[in-house]
């Protein structure tokens, strides 16, 4: 199953917990695309990304279990 991420600080909360979880973004804007990263890079990727244009769509994890 897998949990949604909504804002900035449940990624970070994410991080803090379990820093290697993959998690799954996908992007619009010039260009469309998704990229998997662990928590802990994804709040950077995403600045990078937001700096060409691009906006995330959606964030998510898959829960264990």
């Given at each position: 199953?897998?949990?949604w991420?909504?804002?900035?600080?449940?990624l970070?909360?994410?991080?803090?917990a379990?820093?290697?979880?993959?998690v799954?973004?996908?992007?619009?804007?010039?260009?469309?695309?998704r990229?998997?990263?662990?928590?802990q890079?994804?709040?950077?990727?995403?600045?990078?990304?937001e700096?060409?244009?691009?906006?995330v769509r959606?964030?998510?994890?898959?829960?264990?279990?």
């Amino acid at each position: 199953m897998d949990k949604w991420l909504t804002d900035e600080s449940q990624l970070k909360a994410l991080a803090a917990a379990d820093r290697l979880r993959p998690v799954l973004v996908r992007y619009r804007g010039q260009t469309e695309g998704r990229f998997s990263a662990p928590a802990q890079d994804v709040v950077d990727l995403v600045t990078m990304l937001e700096a060409t244009g691009r906006y995330v769509r959606d964030m998510s994890y898959r829960m264990e279990g």
